[in-house]
Each structure stands twice: as structure tokens, then as C-alpha cells.
């Protein structure tokens, strides 16, 4: 019974993210919602009290994938810097191919009025970029700055970037074109001179269950 639950906890979610992705938060009505999972109204409100509920839910998938990719990087042991990169290519392809990851930063973008904020969604992604750079100044992997804080606003605007260009509709195997052509310019600028041959500009694409070429 639990596991069926569980099961039918997911479809909602699921549902919801593409309600929220294609009408955004205002329009996706819980009726639209609980007809895209299959389900009557009633069993939707057994699993969420509101549509606020909902959202975060779906924020909160959205954040454990993330999670779920990080501790994959961490096991592999890659460098900062290495898995800076595959994070900016892992974003570029989740946003492509899942509505949990599109909606939730569309939630995050029109809902900043929202308690908890909504935009801890963007927080989340951000802190990880953030971390990872800390991460490559403490090993010595940054080239020295003028700016102390340049690597971490060029990155975060990186990271944005990614959302950006995918919102446009332009085709994945293009947007993995551009993300390696960026991060042959990017590394230049972040990493010591003659060291950005140790990096793959082309990234890889890691799940928490399996590790495939992007």
C-alpha cells in the first residue's frame, strides 16, 4: 500500500511540473493537474493540501536530483573544476529532457512572493556552484583574480545562462555544442595557465544509477 502510494505521490508531482511548466503557477489549475495524472481532484488532495504544497514538491524533487548528481560526482572523486563543468552540462540536458527541473525554476522565477521563498530553488543550484569554486581556490585550481569574487558571479550567471537558452527551444545536441564552445573560452579565465588541458570541455552526463558520455 505504501509503495503504491508512493507511486501515485510521484505521478502527481510528475503532472504538476508539467502543468506548471507549460501554463506556469498561476494558470495550472489542480483540476488540469489531477486530469494529467489520471486522478480524480479528491486523490490529489489526499497527497497535497494546496497547490502551494504541490509546488514544493516539486521543487523538492527537483533539489533531490541535484543532490542525487553531487553525490555521484563526489564518489568519482573529480576535480572541482571537472565537475563544475559536467554540473553546467548536466543542468543543460536535465532541463531538456525533464519538466521537474523546468518547472521548479519556473516556479522559482514567479513565485518570489512565496513562504517558504520559492527561489531557493535558484539557492540550491547556485550554493552548489559556489561550493565547488571554493572547493578549486583551496586546491590552488584557480588562476589568481583581481576580483576575489569573479569566478563565483561569472559562474552563477553561467548557471542561469543554462535556463536561459534553454527556455528557447534550441535543440539539445546544439545547446551541448555551445556549453563546451563557452567553457573553452570560461577556462582560460578561471584555471592557471597550461592547465586547461586536464579538463573535459564536453562534460558527461551522471545519474546517482549510471554514468554514460553526454
Not at 508531482?13 to 494529467?36: C, D, H, K, S
Not at 559536467?86 to 523546468?102: C, F, G, K, S
Not at 553561467?158 to 545536441?173: A, F, K, W
Amino acid at each position: 500500500m505504501q509503495a503504491r502510494s508512493e507511486r501515485t505521490r510521484r505521478r502527481l508531482i510528475r503532472a504538476g511540473a508539467e502543468m506548471f511548466e507549460r501554463n506556469g503557477y498561476a494558470n495550472a489549475t489542480l483540476e488540469q493537474i489531477a486530469g494529467a495524472a489520471g486522478m480524480t481532484k479528491g486523490a490529489l488532495y489526499f497527497h497535497f493540501a494546496s497547490k502551494d504544497g504541490l509546488a514544493d514538491a516539486v521543487q523538492e524533487q527537483g533539489r533531490a536530483m541535484l543532490r542525487a548528481f553531487v553525490d555521484e560526482q563526489r564518489r568519482a572523486g573529480l576535480a572541482p573544476v571537472q565537475a563544475l563543468i559536467d554540473l553546467t552540462h548536466w543542468l543543460a540536458r536535465t532541463l531538456y529532457e525533464d519538466p521537474v527541473v523546468r518547472a521548479g525554476f519556473r516556479i522559482a522565477g514567479e513565485c518570489t512572493w512565496r513562504e517558504p521563498p520559492a527561489t531557493a530553488f535558484h539557492q540550491a543550484w547556485i550554493g552548489e556552484v559556489l561550493r565547488l569554486i571554493g572547493q578549486a581556490r583551496e586546491a590552488g585550481d584557480l588562476r589568481e583574480h583581481t576580483a576575489e569574487e569573479g569566478p563565483e558571479t561569472l559562474l552563477s550567471a553561467v548557471v542561469c545562462g543554462v535556463e536561459v537558452l534553454s527556455g528557447t527551444g534550441m535543440p539539445y545536441p546544439e545547446l551541448r555544442r555551445r556549453m563546451g564552445a563557452l567553457w573553452e573560452v570560461l577556462l582560460p579565465a578561471l584555471v592557471p595557465p597550461g592547465d586547461t588541458g586536464r579538463y573535459r570541455t564536453h562534460g558527461r552526463y551522471v545519474t546517482a544509477t549510471n554514468a554514460e558520455a553526454a
